[in-house]
């Protein structure tokens, strides 16, 4: 006994003619656009340049304020009072003055009091602050 299958008549009556015509037109005008780009970036312009510019992609300077158990200020390990500190942090602010982070590291058994003056700092120049776990990329 002979079986015969039935072939899907929608495979046969399929024309791939339409997407192939498709996909060409689409590569075609991918590759105008492309060279149109590339000729825009080689375009030969004398631009202006500034003496006093700062590259805007430049990473914020990190600053850490460590305190002693004494109550003692230091930043990068030179002692100073709440007064230099809030000059130093003025500078800081004004190179950057939107993402200007300062990192608050107090020794346990200082007097919370230390703390909140240089937290009132940051707060008095426009830096935000972090106290206690320091990020892991440092």
Known sequence: MVVKLKQPSALGSLSLTPLIDVVFLLL???LVATRFAQEEREMDLALPTASE???????????????DENGQFFID????????????LRQVVADNPLHQKVYIRADRNVKY???????NVCNL????YTTGVMPQEL
């Open 28 to 30: 075609v005008f991918f």
């Open 53 to 67: 510019a700062m590259p805007m992609t430049e990473e914020p300077k990190q600053v850490f304020i460590d305190i």
């Open 77 to 88: 390990n030179q002692p100073l009072t709440v007064a230099e500190i809030e000059n130093s």
């Open 113 to 119: 009091e230390a703390v909140v003056a240089i937290m």
């Open 125 to 128: 120049v426009g830096a935000t």
